[in-house]
C-alpha cells in the first residue's frame, strides 16, 4: 500500500482494519502506526496553488535551487531561523516575517540577526502569495499599524511547524493535544495489537536516529504480541 493515504481505522479484538483514499481495504492481527507529520501550511491564498513553483517547506531540501535569487521564510522558531540562515548562503536577499515574536533560542535569535542579507519583518501577518506560473511576491500586513507591503521575491519557506498525521486515527487511538499518538516507553498505544513510533507520537525527541529506534521497539513489540495471541 505504498503511495496510498490511509483515511480510516478500525479495531477489534483481533483484526486491525486499514481502510485507504483508494477505497483499498487491509487487514492484520497487529497494526504500527509511523505516518510522522507534515509541515503546517499558511493557509493563505496562493499557497496550494504554487506548491513546488516557489513555496516551499524545507530550505535543507531546496535552498541551492534558490542561488542568487530573493526569498522569503515565514516563521519565528528554531526552524525558521535555520532556514534563513542555510538560504542566506544562497539567495541574495531573505527576507524573514515573524507573525509575533521570536520563540527561537536566544542564540539562533543573535546569529540570524547579523547576517546582512536577511532582511527582518517583526510583527507581519502573510496576507497571500503572488504569481501565476511561479513566485513572483509575497504580500504581508504590519499588525503594528495594519499597512501592507509586497515583497517581490522568487520563493518562500513556509516554516510555522508541523502537523501530524493522525486524522484517520482520532476516533479510534487517545492522542495529546498536538493531535499526536500517546504511547508508553514500548510504543503501545493503549489499544491491544496497536502499536505507533515516530514523529506522529508524543516522544518528545523529533529526531531520525530516535524514529528509527522506536520503530524497531514497536516491530518487537508487534512479534511478541502475535506470539502470545497463538
Not at 481505522?9 to 482494519?17: F, G, H, M, P, S
Not at 513555496?55 to 521564510?73: H, I, L, Q
Not at 486524522?167 to 498536538?178: H, K, Q, T, Y
Request: net charge negative; aromatic share 6%; with cysteine.
Amino acid at each position: 500500500m505504498i503511495g496510498e493515504e490511509v483515511v480510516n481505522l478500525e479495531v477489534t479484538d483481533k483484526i486491525k482494519l486499514v481502510y485507504t483514499q483508494a477505497g483499498n481495504r487491509y487487514q492484520g492481527r497487529t497494526l504500527i502506526i509511523a505516518s510522522g507529520k507534515i509541515p503546517r501550511p499558511l493557509g493563505i491564498p496562493g499557497e496550494s496553488r504554487l506548491l513546488g513553483k516557489g513555496v516551499a517547506y524545507c530550505a535543507t531540501c531546496d535552498a541551492p535551487f534558490y542561488k542568487d535569487k530573493v526569498v522569503a521564510v515565514v516563521g519565528g522558531g528554531n526552524a525558521a531561523l535555520e532556514a534563513a540562515g542555510e538560504l542566506e548562503r544562497w539567495a541574495t536577499r531573505v527576507y524573514l516575517v515573524v507573525r509575533s515574536t521570536y520563540s527561537a533560542d536566544d542564540i539562533l535569535v543573535d546569529r540570524v540577526t547579523r547576517l546582512e542579507k536577511v532582511e527582518i519583518l517583526l510583527n507581519y501577518d502573510t496576507v497571500e502569495i503572488l504569481g501565476a506560473q511561479q513566485v513572483t511576491g509575497l504580500r504581508v500586513r504590519s499588525r503594528d499599524d495594519h499597512s501592507e507591503r509586497t515583497l517581490a521575491i522568487d520563493g518562500v519557506f513556509v516554516e510555522i511547524g508541523l502537523l501530524p498525521n493522525t486524522a484517520f486515527a482520532m476516533d479510534v487511538l487517545a492522542l495529546n493535544a498536538s493531535g499526536e499518538i500517546i504511547i508508553d516507553c514500548q510504543t503501545h498505544t493503549g489499544v491491544p495489537g496497536v502499536f505507533a513510533a515516530g514523529d506522529v507520537t508524543n516522544v518528545r525527541d523529533k529526531q531520525v536516529l530516535v524514529a528509527a529506534g522506536e520503530g524497531v521497539k514497536a516491530a518487537l513489540q508487534a512479534h511478541d504480541y502475535l506470539l502470545a495471541a497463538r
